[in-house]
Every structure is written in structure tokens, then in C-alpha cells.
């Protein structure tokens, strides 16, 4: 099933849990190993492959997985100062 804005995901092995902001085609899972670093809470993470990006709001031992590999921690983007 693609993964679609809003839908909830959970892991089934380490109730790690993650709503997607922007869908794609792949499939999210939840690695079986640990995460290094760990998966934070608050974060987005992002998918190479098919785009798709979630929103951690429970965390787990695993790391973010879909397309078969690891989902990239996103970085803030840069606004520019007021000054």
C-alpha cells in the first residue's frame, strides 16, 4: 500500500511510530537492528528513493526503513535572518 500524508505507521517488533507528511510509493518499516544514532522524537526523516517523509512521534529501537533502506534524517531548512 503507498504511503500516504496523514496516515499513521507503527512497528509491530519495537512500537516505534510515525505519521508520513509527504507520500510516496515505498513501504515504511522499522529496522530490526539498533539505530545509530537513535531515532528522535520530533524528527523527519526522508527517503531517497521515493521521497516519502515521516514525522517520529514515538520512538523505538530500530531506525526508519523504506525502499529497503534506511531513511535519512532531514536537516532543518535555513531561513533567512531578520536582521
Known amino acids: 500500500m503507498p504511503n500516504q500524508a496523514g496516515r499513521r505507521v507503527r512497528c509491530r ?7 508520513i507528511t509527504k507520500g510516496g510509493t515505498g ?12 531515532m ?8 531517497e528513493a521515493c521521497a516519502t517523509e515521516a514525522l517520529v512521534i514515538r520512538v523505538g529501537l530500530g531506525e526508519p526503513v523504506c525502499c529497503d533502506a534506511p531513511m535519512t534524517l532531514s536537516k532543518p531548512k535555513e531561513t533567512k535572518s531578520a536582521d
Open 13 to 19: 517488533t519495537c512500537n516505534s511510530e510515525a505519521i
Open 27 to 38: 513501504e515504511i518499516t522499522c529496522s530490526d537492528v539498533a539505530a545509530d544514532p537513535p
Open 40 to 47: 528522535l522524537v520530533g524528527k523527519r526523516y526522508r527517503c
